[in-house]
């Protein structure tokens, strides 16, 4: 890999990075907290992981896709005009938001599209929360032929009705989950349930770093493209590693994606920016690594925005995608570790920083890495000129339009 | 040290030759007094055992109406403490063993024998965590070994046989068989398989071996327990539950209504 001196030469493969174990540990964090129901699928999935892994076959055939269908590689950019603005870092953003589907997540449901064919399974099902994950597994299922139902919380179905319908489009079945508070955690607790009864035809393709072991390892592997095609670019570039790498942070897919393959360079700062929502100090924000306690959520050992019982809280951002109120456990490692570090942005800060992105560079982030841009609005001024930060600019803002137009007191119809 | 209850409970049944009914109550539905209310009149028509099911915001292995009642006590401002003082009132007068059923967030947030501890000082004899297989059991295992509760693991109809073997011998006071492959709720038919996993778990264990999921008429308890030594029935009292509070009926008629179901549930297999 670090041979590559083109991007259009990377390949994508498992992320060295030492972790987790046999036993799905990272650090104290992850394991498997599910029910015994479910363990057969689990370590069925995950023999049949352990062994794709090692196939050069299957990351080929991976790769294939990811070029001809998913538009990979994706840029690595120089935004100019913003590190004049910001007047300190030189500020690059990895564009992830052009990849077909216009975020990250097609990198996942494609690799776990090809494991689910591997194993003989016709039909995969995904939890999702704005409907970008459901999208992305939509379009995998479609491009590979798979049965696919994904179940969303029935309040984000009434607030993302424009990706419901994109979904229902590509051949979907789109589930309401009525139960709880309705949205992304109880999407995923509705997936899991359908997954207990239909193991045995069904793959159920999880949409971040989360869930019981190897589902963590799994999408970070998958994820991981961005770092290391984010590695061959800076290189390119500036002829030397970045000094930070910010990324947003809900589960977490985006961000360890970026980060896995830097894990070892020491010399890189790695930043995940959660949602503060309405301000970390207020209760309304899912900032679970600033804010949370270690606990068990979703079959992981991680930390978790929960009260003195154990319940989970809820959560509130103006992105729905980073409105989770547990985070992957290689995050939750990588904290306690001190290996990367994590901070809050709050809604007003992401705001502005979309608009801030949109003006000077002609990009329109989606909220989601919006956070990350805020972030960097912050830091990037109290650094030297020489430093170098990359931005995962994990999607595009077309899906927010109306949201940010309401929350920038507009009214586009 | 005297004699865990499941254990004595179970030795007396097999004396005598009867089989285990076990309600499972949905703890604070619709309130902790009916829940104090509900053990009393359930422990007074005989049933060895009683299962209380400790609301979670999140429980992956349950269906819509066990799910439901969580949902409805958990918003009513339930907490784990007032449970506990609640057990531990009604525990003197009470024949049957108390079996918590809870998940491994609530057990974690304490600290797993803090929690065991407080679980057996309020009065109950077991635990079972629902959301901890065999791999993450060993501290649980522990902590209620220490605390002199039993630990109760479940075996699933998708559970391998060498890790049935496996989890029969860390399992204490009695082993948990999954009926169906899916989550709690009644089921019209119960699968055809379940005496066989039943004479599988025989051929490993000694310990008494109670069938849940899925059962809720008085034929599926007796025909569970013409293979197993229990029947497990939440969803089918639960749902009672439900449609007593909302018919809107007192705690008393509400607790009326639930030990008559049960009652009949209990004539199948309590011996004479």
């Given at each position: 890999?670090?041979?590559?001196?083109?991007?259009?030469?990377?390949?994508?493969?498992?992320?060295?990075?030492?972790?987790?174990?046999a036993r799905g540990r990272f650090g104290a964090f992850g394991g498997q907290y599910v029910p015994e129901t479910l363990m057969a699928a689990v370590h069925r999935l995950d023999e049949a992981y352990i062994a794709a892994r090692q196939d050069r076959a299957f990351w080929r055939e991976l790769d294939h896709y990811l070029r001809t269908y998913a538009g990979r590689p994706s840029p690595l950019y120089f935004a100019a005009?913003?590190?004049?603005?910001?007047?300190?870092?030189?500020?690059?953003?990895?564009?992830?938001?052009?990849?077909?589907?216009?975020?990250?997540?097609?990198?996942?449901?494609?690799?776990?599209?090809?494991?689910?064919?591997?194993?003989?399974?016709?039909?995969?099902?995904?939890?999702?929360?704005?409907?970008?994950?459901?999208?992305?597994?939509?379009?995998?299922?479609?491009?590979?032929?798979?049965?696919?139902?994904?179940?969303?919380?029935?309040?984000?179905?009434?607030?993302?009705?424009l990706n419901v319908f994109r979904m229902e489009l590509l051949g979907t079945h789109v589930v309401p989950v009525e139960t709880g508070q309705k949205t992304l955690k109880d999407a995923i607790n509705e997936a899991m349930r359908d997954w207990m009864a239909t193991s045995d035809n069904t793959h159920y393709v999880i949409g971040s770093v989360m869930g019981p072991h190897p589902f963590p390892m799994i999408v970070r592997d998958f994820q991981s493209i961005i770092g290391r095609e984010t590695r061959v670019q800076v290189l390119a570039a500036e002829g030397r590693l970045p000094d930070y790498l910010v990324a947003c942070v809900g589960g977490g897919s985006n961000a360890a994606g970026m980060f896995a393959p830097f894990a070892n360079d020491h010399s890189v700062r790695m930043i995940g920016v959660e949602a503060g929502g309405e301000g970390v100090g207020t209760g309304l924000h899912a900032a679970t690594l600033a804010a949370g306690l270690p606990g068990v959520l979703h079959g992981m050992f991680t930390y978790v925005l929960q009260d003195e019982d154990g319940?989970?809280?809820?959560?509130?951002?103006?992105?729905?995608?980073l409105d989770y109120p547990g985070v992957g456990p290689e995050h939750a490692f990588w904290k306690d570790s001190g290996r990367a570090e994590y901070h809050a942005a709050d809604d007003g800060e992401a705001l502005r920083a979309f608009t801030l992105l949109s003006e000077t560079e002609g990009i329109i982030p989606a909220l989601e890495?919006?956070?990350?841009?805020?972030?960097?609005?912050?830091?990037?001024?109290?650094?030297?000129?020489?430093?170098?930060?990359?931005?995962?600019?994990?999607?595009r803002g077309d899906k927010d339009v109306v949201e940010a137009a309401r929350l920038l007191g507009r009214h586009i119809g | 040290m005297t004699q865990n209850r499941i254990d004595a409970n179970f030795q007396a049944l097999q004396a005598r030759g009867g089989k285990a009914l076990v309600p499972y109550v949905t703890a604070g539905y619709p309130d902790l007094a009916t829940t104090g209310l509900l053990l009393r009149r359930l422990d007074a028509l005989g049933v060895p055992l009683i299962e209380i099911g400790i609301p979670?915001?999140?429980?992956?292995?349950?269906?819509?109406?066990?799910?439901?009642?969580?949902?409805?006590?958990?918003?009513?401002?339930?907490?784990?403490?007032?449970?506990?003082?609640?057990?531990?009132?009604?525990?003197?007068?009470?024949?049957?063993?108390?079996?918590?059923?809870?998940?491994?967030?609530?057990?974690?947030?304490?600290?797993?024998?803090?929690?065991?501890?407080?679980?057996?000082?309020?009065?109950?004899?077991?635990?079972?965590?629902?959301?901890?297989?065999?791999?993450?059991?060993?501290?649980?295992?522990?902590?209620?070994?220490?605390?002199?509760?039993?630990?109760?693991?479940?075996?699933?109809?998708?559970?391998?046989?060498?890790?049935?073997?496996?989890?029969?011998?860390?399992?204490?006071?009695?082993?948990?068989?999954?009926?169906?492959?899916?989550?709690?709720?009644?089921?019209?038919?119960?699968?055809?398989?379940?005496?066989?996993?039943?004479?599988?778990?025989?051929?490993?264990?000694?310990?008494?071996?109670?069938?849940?999921?899925?059962?809720?008429?008085?034929?599926?308890?007796?025909?569970?327990?013409?293979?197993?030594?229990?029947?497990?029935?939440?969803?089918?009292?639960?749902?009672?539950i439900s449609e007593a509070i909302d018919a809107g009926h007192s705690p008393d008629a509400i607790a009326e209504s639930v030990t008559q179901f049960v009652d009949e549930l209990w004539k199948e297999v309590a011996a004479a």
């Amino acid at each position: 890999m670090a041979s590559s001196s083109s991007v259009f030469e990377v390949e994508s493969g498992p992320a060295d990075a030492g972790v987790p174990d046999a036993r799905g540990r990272f650090g104290a964090f992850g394991g498997q907290y599910v029910p015994e129901t479910l363990m057969a699928a689990v370590h069925r999935l995950d023999e049949a992981y352990i062994a794709a892994r090692q196939d050069r076959a299957f990351w080929r055939e991976l790769d294939h896709y990811l070029r001809t269908y998913a538009g990979r590689p994706s840029p690595l950019y120089f935004a100019a005009r913003l590190t004049e603005r910001l007047g300190g870092a030189k500020i690059y953003l990895k564009r992830e938001d052009l990849n077909h589907t216009g975020a990250h997540k097609i990198n996942n449901t494609l690799g776990q599209a090809l494991l689910t064919r591997r194993m003989g399974k016709k039909r995969i099902i995904a939890e999702t929360g704005a409907g970008q994950h459901g999208v992305a597994t939509a379009t995998a299922a479609a491009c590979f032929g798979l049965e696919c139902v994904v179940y969303m919380g029935a309040e984000d179905v009434r607030r993302q009705k424009l990706n419901v319908f994109r979904m229902e489009l590509l051949g979907t079945h789109v589930v309401p989950v009525e139960t709880g508070q309705k949205t992304l955690k109880d999407a995923i607790n509705e997936a899991m349930r359908d997954w207990m009864a239909t193991s045995d035809n069904t793959h159920y393709v999880i949409g971040s770093v989360m869930g019981p072991h190897p589902f963590p390892m799994i999408v970070r592997d998958f994820q991981s493209i961005i770092g290391r095609e984010t590695r061959v670019q800076v290189l390119a570039a500036e002829g030397r590693l970045p000094d930070y790498l910010v990324a947003c942070v809900g589960g977490g897919s985006n961000a360890a994606g970026m980060f896995a393959p830097f894990a070892n360079d020491h010399s890189v700062r790695m930043i995940g920016v959660e949602a503060g929502g309405e301000g970390v100090g207020t209760g309304l924000h899912a900032a679970t690594l600033a804010a949370g306690l270690p606990g068990v959520l979703h079959g992981m050992f991680t930390y978790v925005l929960q009260d003195e019982d154990g319940q989970t809280l809820p959560v509130h951002s103006c992105s729905a995608g980073l409105d989770y109120p547990g985070v992957g456990p290689e995050h939750a490692f990588w904290k306690d570790s001190g290996r990367a570090e994590y901070h809050a942005a709050d809604d007003g800060e992401a705001l502005r920083a979309f608009t801030l992105l949109s003006e000077t560079e002609g990009i329109i982030p989606a909220l989601e890495p919006a956070h990350a841009v805020a972030h960097v609005v912050k830091l990037a001024p109290t650094l030297p000129k020489d430093r170098i930060i990359v931005i995962n600019l994990s999607g595009r803002g077309d899906k927010d339009v109306v949201e940010a137009a309401r929350l920038l007191g507009r009214h586009i119809g | 040290m005297t004699q865990n209850r499941i254990d004595a409970n179970f030795q007396a049944l097999q004396a005598r030759g009867g089989k285990a009914l076990v309600p499972y109550v949905t703890a604070g539905y619709p309130d902790l007094a009916t829940t104090g209310l509900l053990l009393r009149r359930l422990d007074a028509l005989g049933v060895p055992l009683i299962e209380i099911g400790i609301p979670f915001s999140d429980s992956i292995a349950d269906g819509p109406v066990i799910q439901g009642s969580f949902h409805r006590v958990l918003a009513g401002g339930f907490r784990v403490a007032d449970l506990f003082a609640t057990v531990r009132a009604a525990r003197p007068g009470l024949s049957a063993a108390l079996v918590a059923m809870v998940s491994m967030s609530l057990v974690r947030r304490p600290g797993v024998s803090e929690f065991a501890q407080r679980c057996a000082e309020s009065g109950f004899d077991g635990l079972i965590v629902p959301d901890i297989p065999l791999e993450e059991s060993p501290e649980v295992l522990d902590a209620a070994h220490k605390a002199g509760l039993r630990c109760i693991m479940l075996v699933a109809p998708t559970t391998p046989d060498a890790r049935r073997e496996q989890i029969a011998r860390a399992s204490e006071g009695f082993v948990y068989q999954v009926a169906v492959r899916g989550i709690t709720g009644e089921r019209d038919a119960l699968p055809d398989d379940i005496a066989e996993f039943v004479r599988a778990l025989r051929a490993v264990s000694r310990l008494p071996v109670c069938v849940g999921f899925g059962i809720g008429t008085p034929q599926q308890v007796r025909a569970v327990c013409d293979v197993a030594d229990g029947a497990i029935v939440g969803t089918a009292v639960v749902r009672r539950i439900s449609e007593a509070i909302d018919a809107g009926h007192s705690p008393d008629a509400i607790a009326e209504s639930v030990t008559q179901f049960v009652d009949e549930l209990w004539k199948e297999v309590a011996a004479a």
